[in-house]
């Protein structure tokens, strides 16, 4: 159990797919104006993401490995074409504001590079772990990029009004240049408590090494 | 005639492909350390750009309209475009050994690069015709590379700059892309479409 959960920590913080990988900027980029777009996009991205690992694992023993680029792409693309028309059935809307972003999840670094990297070494169950864990963080950015977007530059969460009329937003957050702003800053965030957390460790571990000395020492 | 000024000045300028839209951000970042690398990237994409959304329209209009396989364009057009990679690297590598030289390691990545697919995408979304495609390519490509090219200069100026910690690398040239970006919002209603 704890392996298991470790598996999906892992795409959630260690490795998350777009702040740590730096894969699939396009999709967080375009699509953060709106929560609700944000969470259609990540939903999309997980479900293609987590059946692709799973075919592409279950099948990994039959591919020749000439050949697994195509194929992966081939399963892929399957995938895509399914959420595609199911989104476009029933839900319409979602499915113009996404817009070409959809498609383009055949290309998404971050399916491919997990059916190459991970998918096509390791068992079907640690896959779709593996797939869910990506597809969280990835989800978790996207949301937490087009909140700051969303409530900055339009008062809104959700399509719900958050402050009163006197509000004025700030509304370079949604356009373009805000997108690009935001993720850097989340970025920098990121890589300030990764390098807090490692500045600790070090500590812990000379005290640690000192506190053995003056044992021995006693000894 | 005007028609195509304006698309072609809209997709180079207004609506940039990298800075507005947001297709293909990770090689933005990933090759734009130097001029050099960024320029031969830069020139990759143009000439692919225009041959992928080129072959992909004709497949659209003359295959998949007139069968009612319209849904098989994310499939039919992923395959056009490694194939077209695939084959440009190898003509490319017999005919013109100087120009593969250049461009050759820049062309597998560009088959993953959403620019592409998303160019030929948009180009059928947006019902152009012969002569307007091939100017939404053209002038798109030649977008990508006036962003990607002043971005690799500005971020070669960057190495001397004295960065705080957790900005190095990355995130401060995402910051940048982002400071490029809201100066090419100067550039909205230089025309109108």
Redesign the interface.
């Known amino acids: 159990m704890n392996n298991s959960f470790k598996k999906i920590f892992n795409g959630i913080w260690t490795n998350n797919p777009v702040l740590v990988v ?6 967080v ?2 699509v953060s104006t709106t929560v609700n777009n944000a969470v259609g996009m990540a939903f999309a991205a997980t479900f293609v993401l987590v059946l692709s690992n799973v075919v592409i694992s279950s099948i990994r023993k039959f591919i020749p490995s000439k050949m697994r ?2 194929v992966f ?2 399963v892929i ?2 995938f ?2 399914i959420v ?2 199911v989104m476009y059935g029933y839900f319409p809307q979602l499915h113009k504001s996404l ?2 972003f959809i ?2 999840i ?4 971050i399916v ?1 590079g997990r059916a190459e990297a991970f998918a096509s070494k390791n068992n079907v169950f640690d896959s779709f772990l593996d797939g869910i864990g990506m597809g969280i963080g990835f989800l978790l950015t996207i949301v937490v990029l087009a909140t700051i977007r969303e409530v900055l530059g339009n008062g809104t969460f959700f399509g719900l009004k958050l402050f009163g009329s006197s509000f004025s937003p700030v509304i ?1 957050a949604i ?7 935001t ?3 989340m ?3 990121m ?2 408590i990764n ?1 807090k957390n490692r500045e600790r460790e070090k500590i812990r571990q000379k005290l640690e090494k000192e506190k053995s000395k003056t044992q021995k020492e006693v000894k | 005639m005007l028609k195509l000024l304006i698309i072609a000045i809209d997709s180079m300028l207004i609506s940039n492909i990298i ?8 090689a933005y ?2 090759v734009s350390k130097k001029q050099e690398t960024a320029a031969g990237m830069g020139f990759a994409v143009i000439f692919v750009m225009v041959m992928a959304t080129l072959i992909s329209y004709l497949l659209q209009i003359y295959v998949l309209n007139p069968l009612k396989l319209e ?5 039919v057009f ?2 056009v475009i ?1 194939a077209l990679v695939q084959i440009v690297e190898i003509t490319m590598k017999k005919i013109a050994p100087a120009l593969f030289e250049a461009l050759g390691i820049y062309l597998p990545l560009i ?4 620019t592409i ?2 160019v030929a ?2 180009n059928i ?1 947006k019902n152009y015709n012969l002569m307007e495609t091939i100017v939404f390519s053209l002038s798109t490509g030649i977008g990508y590379f006036i962003a990607i090219y002043l971005f690799a200069g500005i971020r070669e100026k960057m190495e001397w700059a004295d960065i ?5 690398g ?6 940048t ?3 490029m ?2 100066a090419f ?1 100067g550039f909205t209603g230089l025309v109108k479409m």
Do not use: R
């Open positions: 730096l894969l699939g900027f396009c999709p980029l375009a680029i195509p792409v081939m693309a399957t895509v074409t595609d028309l817009g070409v498609p383009l055949v290309v998404n670094c491919f370079v356009l373009p240049p805000g997108a690009f702003l993720i850097g800053l970025l920098g965030g890589n300030f390098i | 800075l507005m839209k947001f297709l293909g951000i990770c970042i990933g849904y098989l364009q994310t499939i992923i395959f490694a088959t993953t690069n959403c697919l998303g995408i948009l979304q705080p910690e957790p900005f190095k990355p995130a401060i040239g995402i910051i892309a982002g400071l970006s809201l919002f």
